[in-house]
């Protein structure tokens, strides 16, 4: 019987970091992953012979730098390209966002004086933020239910942290957390170009609009990696050398450095329950693997609902399970392009262009997107967010050649009349292309292949319920201490041995990987191992 100290479920980037940590604490360690390519929701393939792109997502997920360093992905081939945060146009203009903070303050000047005096103010404010948030991320959650002298004190450690903030920055601190992102923005800029900007960095593949209350917290999500610098310009964006696939590669390298063991096609059916403890797991073609602690890089939904005969959780716990919510909100387009697209309306040569292209005319297009999703229907403006992540790789598509990845936003999981069939993905993938052509003509004329996938696609094909990336909805109540639920936080699950390292799990996509290295930390300790 093949035995193992630890099995990850699932390859996905925080499954893949989660059997990194444990196979360098010298944990013997096996991943599973049911598909034949390792990544989850940003696997990379092949859209066209030569023509690579992450299939599921954006293709921008990165790890925190604090991963890189521990799992030492460098030595393993791990290279990231710095860019400028990208455009975004509207009709007659666009707006870029630039690392360099003389260059970035020039670029808001040509909409605002003002706006370009304020961005120093709300660059330090957000990176108040950031920084009484980031310690939250990195480490496992203690759930405040469960009494014990180290929750106790880990408790009162944030409490002290928060207390020894200046007054002020605790003000600025209840209003990024209360406030509608239309709202805080308000505070600092007037031009409606700028706050479009901003509001749309920050909200995409999120289910609240920009006028939604404590929708401005996600403005934090572009500084989480930030550090004051002398630069201070706007965040930048990192893009693997490579594409998603480096990533990967990085942390398959890494697992099998120290000994650890991937197999893929090996889809997991069942987690064998011994004394109300997980000790094993099933495979569909009925073979069993042994483990002492089982770690699953599954939805919370899949994880219970599919893995275990209901009656062997406790009582109560699946209709809990059922009440998290899941809920696709971002379909995807991949292109192939026989040349690059010209952009009339942008400097030739802009550097920030590298950083991708944003189409969210404003404030209200937004807000009509996220209330044609909450009404279940195609989006009317939806917000677009492309890269072209060939024109700083050139070893994604063949010369000359390129690709470019769309997430399109506020695109429901199911429609009010009716499934998604391949004509209204059609007229979806028509209304985004016609957008882009508005700004990039000749564009539809250079396109060499195209796909769209919507949630049920995602959904289907990489596992997870309702097409959701965020694998739960990042709503307060559903975040930090509640995360995936009220009285579960953190990466603990009620089946000894069993623990959560997906994005369901604290701190969701806040930081990819967190929930891995945190979810292996707690493991790594059960086995007597030191993370």
């Not at 390519?37 to 604090?66: E, K």
């Not at 985004?432 to 292949?449: F, H, K």
Request: charged letters at 25%; glycine letters at 10%; one cysteine or more.
């Amino acid at each position: 019987m093949e035995r193992h100290d630890a099995i990850v479920i699932g390859g996905g980037l925080n499954g893949l970091t989660a059997a990194a940590y444990l196979a360098r604490a010298g944990a013997k360690v096996l991943l599973l992953e049911r598909n034949a390519v390792l990544g989850g929701a940003d696997a990379a393939y092949d859209i066209a012979p030569g023509f690579q792109l992450a299939r599921y997502n954006l293709g921008v997920s990165t790890l925190p730098s604090r991963i890189i360093s521990d799992l030492e992905l460098g030595r393993h081939g791990l290279r990231f390209l710095r860019v400028d945060g990208g455009i975004s146009l509207f009709e007659g203009g666009y707006i870029a966002s630039y690392r360099d903070g003389v260059v970035h303050r020039r670029e808001l000047a040509r909409f605002s004086l003002k706006d370009a005096d304020a961005w120093t103010r709300f660059r330090r404010d957000l990176l108040r933020g950031a920084q009484q948030l980031r310690p939250l991320l990195a480490r496992p959650l203690a759930d405040p239910s469960r009494f014990s002298l180290g929750t106790v004190r880990r408790l009162l450690n944030t409490v002290s942290r928060w207390g020894a903030a200046e007054a002020d920055a605790l003000h600025d601190l209840t209003r990024l957390w209360t406030l509608s992102c239309a709202d805080f923005l308000d505070d600092y800029f007037e031009s409606d170009a700028v706050k479009a900007r901003l509001a749309s960095d920050a909200l995409i593949g999120t289910a609240l609009g920009p006028r939604a209350p404590t929708s401005a917290r996600y403005l934090l999500g572009a500084f989480i990696e930030e550090t004051v610098g002398a630069s201070a310009g706007a965040p930048a964006r990192n893009l693997a050398v490579g594409g998603p696939t480096a990533i990967v590669h990085a942390l398959v390298s890494a697992i099998e450095a120290h000994g650890g063991t991937i197999r893929t096609e090996a889809e997991v059916t069942d987690v064998l329950m011994r004394e109300r403890a997980a000790r094993g797991v099933v495979l569909a073609n009925g073979e069993e693997i042994h483990g002492q602690t089982i770690l699953s890089d599954l939805d919370l939904k899949r994880t219970f609902l599919a893995l275990f005969r209901w009656k062997e959780l406790p009582e109560g716990f699946v209709e809990k399970v059922g009440r998290f919510r899941m809920r696709g909100v971002s379909a995807k387009i991949n292109v192939a392009l026989d040349g690059a697209p010209e952009f009339p309306s942008v400097p030739a040569g802009c550097p920030a262009v590298l950083g991708g292209i944003r189409i969210a005319n404003s404030l209200d297009d937004m807000e009509c997107a996220a209330d044609d999703w909450r009404d279940r229907i195609p989006p009317r403006v939806p917000l677009i967010d492309a890269l072209i992540p060939s024109l700083a790789d050139r070893s994604l598509a063949p010369p000359g050649k390129h690709v470019m990845s769309i997430a399109v936003h506020y695109v429901p999981e199911a429609l009010h009349d009716g499934p998604w069939t391949t004509e209204r993905k059609d007229e979806l993938a028509d209304l985004v292309v016609a957008r882009l052509a508005e700004q990039s003509p000749g564009i539809r004329e250079r396109i060499v292949a195209l796909e769209t996938l919507v949630p049920p696609d995602i959904e289907n094909e990489v596992g997870l319920t309702a097409g959701d990336l965020a694998q739960g909805e990042t709503t307060l109540d559903q975040m930090f201490f509640n995360r995936p639920m009220a009285a579960l936080a953190g990466n603990r699950t009620p089946i000894r041995d069993l623990y959560l390292c997906s994005a369901s799990a604290h701190p969701g996509p806040l930081g990819v990987g967190y929930a891995g290295a945190n979810a292996a930390a707690l493991a790594a300790a059960s086995l007597g191992k030191r993370g």
